[in-house]
């Protein structure tokens, strides 16, 4: 038999036919004879248990918890929608004064407590009537098994013990398949992979301290020691110094040392570019329109990775500070990026772009609407998050208080994760057992970043 597969299948489609047809013989004979009042009774019975999960669940507890923390006349709060998914609750109420919503918005710390789950709420401004949302979650991410020291959000974030641990997120879970696949964190439906080849780019914000660098990091060392040189390329771009990226120094995937001047950035970004439009005229001679063809065709290209720590220098408002030849370089830098952006996709060029200050002055417009997916850690306000996750999304700026813990955001696909934390020691200890020939310089860049 040359396909037992599909024989196998038609065999099962026949008999489920069969049974389907002897079921609803019996089905219609039962009512015929007098079932009808019993089916008619568990009809009533399931719109009865509707009805009561609806007024008793959670969405009524949570409506009931807001209308009674309001003071004075008239403080009624409507549930327009609620939605339930893997646990996570998304609430939307309406209220009649848009100082109600003000009111809430300061004491949103108690709610969590009175529902036994993680809150945020933050308004919706895309209705003209006072709108609240809420996100609660009664699912559990981990947490610090030993105390932790937290200064101010603006401050240092240092954990005792990492709630998730490089090895503990790796060595447990098997990664999908995919082109460029990497880890994000553990979220509340379990692991949480991302494949760079489908994002295409990734923008990461958040305060000093909340996480970025540290999942950078991770991210980057589960790529280099997965795929090889011919695999990916990596251009690393540290506007804070480049103490971070020291730690991947000697790799094979790197063409060119780690950036990190303004200038010696705008060149790299130039280089890129040139790169890019070299690519695609490739693709015009043989006919195609991405690297994926071009491999089918005979010729494979490495896919190519920048990474930008802290994109903050080249923003907007400090060129306005800077001599005009360094505002020169930065305006290139910041224009090439666009260009990448937005054309790299097809090519394999893929940006990680990180920053303290997720706001339009520091990024270019053009370069947020090509990227496809973000990542908030905490952040300062629910601007800042709006900024980063878009479609008014505020919840970044009431996550725990947690070094790594963030909100994943690509499409309709929308996690709270801890991602996995990897030190500077253990990283370069993993590279140099999958890449012996490393040279072994300093390591630094300890922060959770």
């Not at 038609?10 to 008999?15: F, H, K, N």
């Not at 010696?264 to 005229?281: N, T, Y």
């Not at 709006?386 to 963030?406: H, K, M, N």
């Not at 690509?410 to 993993?430: K, N, V």
Request: aromatic share 8%; charged share 20%; proline share 6%.
């Amino acid at each position: 038999m040359r396909h037992p597969r599909r024989f196998l299948v038609g065999v099962a489609a026949v008999l489920g036919g069969i049974v389907s047809w002897v079921v609803a013989g019996l089905l219609v004979s039962w009512l015929v004879a007098g079932g009808w009042p019993g089916l008619l009774l568990l009809a009533l019975a399931i719109l009865l248990i509707h009805w009561l999960r609806r007024r008793l669940g959670f969405p009524e507890r949570a409506r009931r918890t807001l209308e009674q923390s309001l003071a004075g006349e008239g403080r009624r709060v409507w549930l327009v929608s609620a939605r339930r998914r893997h646990g996570v609750w998304d609430l939307c109420f309406r209220l009649r004064d848009p100082l109600q919503i003000a009111d809430l918005l300061r004491r949103q710390a108690a709610f969590g407590p009175a529902l036994g789950a993680s809150v945020s709420l933050w308004p919706d401004r895309r209705w003209r009537r006072p709108v609240l949302r809420m996100r609660a979650s009664t699912v559990r991410l981990p947490g610090p098994r030993d105390p932790f020291e937290v200064g101010e959000l603006s401050g240092p974030v240092r954990l005792v013990t990492p709630p998730v641990t490089y090895q503990g997120f790796y060595g447990r879970y098997q990664a999908p398949k995919g082109v460029l696949v990497s880890g994000i964190g553990y979220s509340t439906r379990g692991p949480l992979w991302t494949d760079l080849a489908s994002l295409p780019h990734l923008l990461i914000g958040g305060q000093t301290g909340t996480g970025k660098s540290a999942f950078l990091r991770q991210l980057l060392v589960r790529l280099l020691t997965t795929y090889g040189p011919e695999q990916v390329q990596l251009l690393l771009i540290d506007l804070k110094g480049g103490a971070e990226f020291q730690v991947f120094a000697g790799l094979p995937h790197l063409p060119a040392p780690v950036v990190g001047q303004v200038g010696e950035c705008a060149h790299a970004i130039a280089q890129l570019v040139g790169a890019l439009q070299e690519r695609l005229e490739v693709f015009r001679r043989r006919g195609v329109q991405s690297l994926e063809e071009l491999g089918r065709s005979g010729l494979r290209l490495p896919r190519i990775v920048v990474a930008i720590d802290e994109v903050t220098s080249l923003a907007y408002r400090e060129i306005q500070r800077v001599a005009p030849e360094e505002a020169v370089l930065r305006y290139a830098a910041l224009d090439g990026l666009s260009t990448l952006a937005r054309l790299g996709r097809a090519a394999g060029i893929h940006l990680l772009v990180a920053t303290q200050r997720p706001d339009p002055e520091v990024l270019p417009g053009q370069l947020l609407a090509n990227v496809g997916a973000s990542i908030a850690f905490g952040v300062r306000n629910y601007r800042d998050s709006e900024t980063i996750l878009r479609e008014g999304d505020a919840s970044a700026a009431f996550l725990p208080r947690v070094a790594g813990r963030g909100v994943y955001v690509f499409g309709m696909e929308r996690e709270e994760f801890q991602t996995p934390f990897l030190s500077g020691e253990e990283a370069r200890r993993r590279l140099e057992e999958r890449w012996p020939e490393l040279r072994a310089p300093a390591v630094v860049g300890e922060g959770q970043g």
